[in-house]
Structures are given as C-alpha cells and as structure tokens.
C-alpha cells in the first residue's frame, strides 16, 4: 500500500522531481507564483532550475502546468542561453506528443516569445541545427514539428537577412520541407518561401530555389509569393537617416524641462512620446547630430530619479537610441555617459534585469568589447551596499562566460592579482549566492587566464579554507570548454561530479604482488597454528594444573617457555594478543591488496 505524500513537507525543488504527477504540479504551480514576484532573483532561480527539463514531463497534465510555468519565465528572464534547449524540447516534447490542445498551443506562444525577445533569426538558427541533427529526415512527427516552428518564427521576422550563410541555411531548410513527402510539411515549406522571399537576396532565393524545383512546384509557388518590399529588404546603409533634434522628435530644451518636472507623470509622458516617436524609425542621423544632452539627462534621471517607472523608461529609451545609431563608432561615445549610472541601480530588484539586458547590448556594440567595462564593474566590486556589488559582480561573471574565450587578451595576470583581494572579501561573506559569486569569478580566472591558477592558487590557499577552495575548482572543472551555459549552482555541480568517472590510475606496487601473496600465506599458517594451540592450552587447562602442563606444549615462535609465565592466564592472553596481531596485520595487507589491480593475466589470487 502506497503511503500518502505529505506535501507540506517537501521544498518546491522536491515537489517538482517527485515521482507522483500531481506534486509536480504543486512544484510547477509554487514555481510560477515565486517568478512572477517582484523580490526573485530569476538569476538564481535560472541556476537553480533547469527549465528545459520541466518539459520532459510524462504526464499530460503536468507537462502543461511546466509549459505556463516556462513561459511566464520566459516572458521575465532576459538570459538568452536558455533558448537551446527549451526550442529543442518544445520541438521534441511540446509538439511531438502534445495530448491536448493547450499544450500545443502553449509551446507555440513560448516559441514566439522567444522570437520576439532574442531576434527570431536566433531562434531559427537553432530550429536548422535541430533539424540537421536528425538521424532520419523521414521521421514525419517530427520533421512536422520542425516546420511548424519554422513557418512562427519567419512570421516574426522583421528585417532582412545580411548573412549570405544565413540566408543559404534557413532556404536549404524550407526547400526540404517543400519536397517532403508528408502534404502538411509541404504546405508549410510552400507558406515558409512565400514569406521569407522578401528578406533574402533575390539571386539568392533564385539559385538556392527556383533552380531546383520543378515546373509544377514553381507555378504552384507562384500563386502564393508575395510582391517583393523595397523597405524589407533594405541593408543597414539603405535605410533612411531621421533628424530627430526637432520639434517634431526631441527639442532638447522642452526635453530637459520636462525632465526636471517635479511631477513625475510629466516625466513619464514626456519619455513615453519620444519613444512612441522612434518605434518607427528605421535609423537617425548619427553622423551629423550630437546626442550627448540627452544621454547625460537621461544618465541623470537613472542614477537619481526615485520612481522606477521612470528610470525603466529612462533605460528603454537609451536601448532604442542605440539600436538607431547601431554603428560601435558612434555609440561608444555615448555609452560612458550613461554605464555608470545604470550600473549604480543594479541594486534595485525591479531594475536589475532590464539593466543587465542593457548592458549586454552595450558590450556587444562597443568597439572594444568587455575589455573597456572592466573599470566601471570594479570600480562597484567596494560598493558599500551588499546587493549593489554582488549584483555588479554576477554581471561581470556573465559577461566572463559568455566571452570566455577571449578573457585571456582582456584580463591580464597583473590585472586578476590586483582585484584577488576584493575577490576573496566576496568568497567569505557569509550569505551563499555572494560567496558563489566570488568563487565564479576566480573558476573563471583559473580555467581561461595562462597560468593564473599556478601563480594564484597559493595566495587563495592562504586566505580561504580547503572547502571554499575545493568549490572554486569544482566550478573551474565545470567549465568545459565552449559550453553554453556552464553550471554554477553547488547541486548541478555536484551532480557532475558524481556522474564523472574516477581516473584509472595505474597501481604501483603491482610488482609486490606476489610477494604479499607469500607474506599472507606464512602468516595465515602461522596464524592457525597458534589458534590450534591456544585451544589445545584451554583444553589441557580443564583436565590439570598450572604444575602439570607438559613442557612441549608451550613452544611458540619466540621459543618463550610457559613455565616463564607466572600462570596460565598470562600466558594463554599473551598467546591470543599474538593470534590478534597477525590477524590483524593479514586484515592490512588484505585491504591493501583490494586496491591494487589484480584483473590482470597472472595476477590473480
């Protein structure tokens, strides 16, 4: 009989893994409700939880409760890294085997979240790699959900294709879908030319397609291809350049004034009319106006302003105005105006991730990549608020793995022995999310900087005990080489760690092998015969005295004689206290032997 589950009992984290649906869903339903709050940290969460795993779920129910959960997480968290592996169980779980209607649906709409929040050419990047990874391209379920993802995300695509390679890749893909024996697949690759054509070069959809299908299926294409856009197909060069320092846009003495209002809905109506004013421009004239007025005030109203509506505003106009100029030239001028300001909210919950996001973007477009935010972020590292450095410091650690390959060029030795100090202030705090944070950092330094671990490690030795140091090198051995998404919480590290086989090292002393055959041998001998003459002395010493106790009985390996005992019970113990002795030096060779490989031809005992 099944004993009844108490739930009250068990940590979200349980719930989920449990073996009965029906805990699950309480796992998944307590899950939804603590991302939703504004307090969580979806970082930590994101380390904690492995999301994409939530849609392995057997069971129907509850692989609909894990896909509202994924998407409302989706929907918050703005860490790209998660998009692997959620497209690709959405693709072989959420479509393949969906039972009812809400969980296909369900993984459409997190499908196209993840399209509209990092770029659909993204996603479908992913959707191709998916597909060329199947084994058998005849597998009709699911090739069928490849092609259903493919058609949302090219309905989500809202400029041209630059990248020829991408371009060849995402046609290779629907041409095969065109030619597919399944009617379903087909019409989807069919609906998937007709809408791609505007955004691919046109000699390009003529040599990849229309040379390589048949009259039948061109003239059926025909019927659905869409008039080519100018405006769709425009290059970065071809897009028309706004003025917007006017009246029409942004008049810079009005925006300032408005901006010092101490009503704040005329700051926020102000900063929602501009950007409603640029959603719809295709770039502005970067070269020829200067936009450092704007920056500074909107650096101002980030680093000061108290209401958060403002501030995120403030952050999501700085982000369009990037993304119109685009060009690293430009934008790098502007982007000391406005980093250390945004860095210095990070302590701020409801401001956190967005300004991470903005940071990310900013790191991406500067000329100089990472290697120029390196003074900003440790300039934080001694704020004096705990959550405003740790907060600084997980960003710097993510910006570290995301370009690990290059943190050698970037950060030189020197320059990781100046902050260890600061480092190891992170690594004893006493809350656990500061500690690993500290121990990220160095893993980092360790794997990825020449010779950082030989010429630090014995610095880290001295300032932090053997289990702290023991965690940094469990995380620096979790990083394994281009991984995505390296793991960083203790639990997913030590699952690693028991999963990785032991090295087989070879045993050394396998040349002593039979002579600790020999040695066990004697002694075991030797062992027996004092035991069969102990038992012989407890036998005579029920049928006699002390006196009467033949001589020859007591010889033993000292030649000591039993008349030099003053009784019998001194010398029966010093008979057993030897018998002991070797037995338990026969015990120690025995363990030590266990160790040693004795598999080998020849070897066996």
């Known amino acids: 009989m099944n004993e009844e589950i108490n739930e009250d009992n068990l940590t979200t984290q349980e719930k989920i893994s449990n073996k009965v649906w029906k805990v699950r869903v309480e796992g998944y339903n307590e899950l939804t409700d603590l991302i939703q709050k504004p307090s969580t940290h979806l970082e930590d969460v994101c380390h904690i939880y492995d999301f994409a795993m939530f849609l392995e779920d057997n069971n129907a129910v509850a692989l609909e409760k894990a896909l509202q959960l994924v998407f409302e997480f989706v929907k918050r968290y703005n860490g790209s890294h998660i998009s692997e592996g959620i497209v690709s169980k959405l693709i072989n779980k959420g479509l393949c085997s969906a039972m009812r209607k809400t969980t296909a649906e369900l993984s459409k709409q997190i499908f196209k979240e993840l399209c509209e929040k990092y770029g659909a050419l993204k996603i479908l990047g992913i959707v191709i790699k998916e597909y060329n990874e199947l084994t058998n391209k005849k597998q009709d379920k699911i090739v069928n959900c490849i092609s259903t993802v493919t058609v949302i995300g090219i309905e989500q695509m809202n ?163 990037f993304e119109l100029i685009k060009e690293s030239e430009y934008i790098s001028t502007y982007i000391p105006l406005i980093l250390a300001e945004e860095l210095s909210r990070l302590k701020d919950k409801k401001l956190t991730e967005m300004i991470k996001t903005s940071v990310f973007k900013m790191v991406e477009a500067h000329s100089e990549s990472i290697e120029f935010f390196i003074p900003y972020f440790t300039k934080n590292f001694t704020d004096k608020l705990l959550a405003q450095r740790t907060e600084c410091l997980t960003l710097f650690n993510d910006l570290l793995e995301k370009n690990s390959s290059s943190i050698k060029s970037i950060i030189s030795l020197e320059s990781a022995r100046e902050i260890l100090p600061v480092l190891i202030k992170f690594c004893k705090e006493s809350q656990p999310n500061v500690r690993q944070q500290g121990f990220r950092v160095l893993a980092l330094f360790f794997k990825y900087i020449p010779d950082a671990e030989d010429e630090l490690i014995a610095d880290v030795d001295k300032m932090l005990d053997s289990l702290k140091v023991k965690k940094i090198m469990e995380l620096k051995d979790g990083y394994d080489g281009d991984r995505k998404r390296p793991a960083t919480s203790p639990l997913k590290i030590e699952k690693i760690r028991k999963q990785k086989k032991p090295e087989q090292t070879e045993p050394t002393v396998d040349k002593d092998v039979e002579s600790f055959k020999k040695q066990i041998d004697m002694l075991t001998l030797e062992n027996q015969r004092l035991k069969e003459e102990v038992r012989e002395l407890k036998e005579i010493s029920r049928m006699s005295s002390f006196s009467t106790i033949p001589e020859r009985t007591s010889r033993i390996n000292s030649g000591t004689s039993i008349s030099s005992f003053a009784s019998f019970d001194d010398y029966y113990n010093n008979q057993l206290a030897q018998t002991t002795q070797i037995h338990n030096r026969v015990q120690s060779i025995s363990r030590r032997l266990s160790s040693i490989n004795l598999g080998r031809s020849g070897h066996d005992l």
Do not use: C
């Not at 061109?218 to 425009?234: A, F, H, Y």
């Open 159 to 321: 400029e041209y294709i630059e990248d020829s390679t991408q371009q060849t890749n995402l046609l290779a893909l629907l041409l095969s879908f065109y030619q597919h024996g399944n009617v379903k697949i087909r019409k989807d690759g069919l609906n998937g030319l007709s809408l791609v054509e505007n955004f691919v070069d046109e000699d390009n959809f003529e040599n990849e397609i229309l040379s390589k299908l048949k009259a039948s299926q061109i003239k059926e294409l025909d019927k659905v291809r869409k008039p080519r856009s100018l405006n769709q197909v425009k290059t970065w060069e071809e897009r028309k350049g706004t003025d917007i320092l006017n009246d029409d846009y942004i008049s810079i003495p009005i925006f300032l004034q408005n901006l010092k209002n101490p009503d704040w809905k005329i700051r926020v109506e102000v900063l929602k009319d501009i950007l409603a004013k640029l959603q719809s421009l295709e770039k502005i004239n970067y070269e020829k106006e200067n936009y450092n007025q704007i920056f500074a005030a909107l650096a101002t109203v980030i680093n000061k302003d108290v209401n958060l509506q403002i501030v995120q505003l403030s952050i999501t106009l700085t982000d369009r105005m």
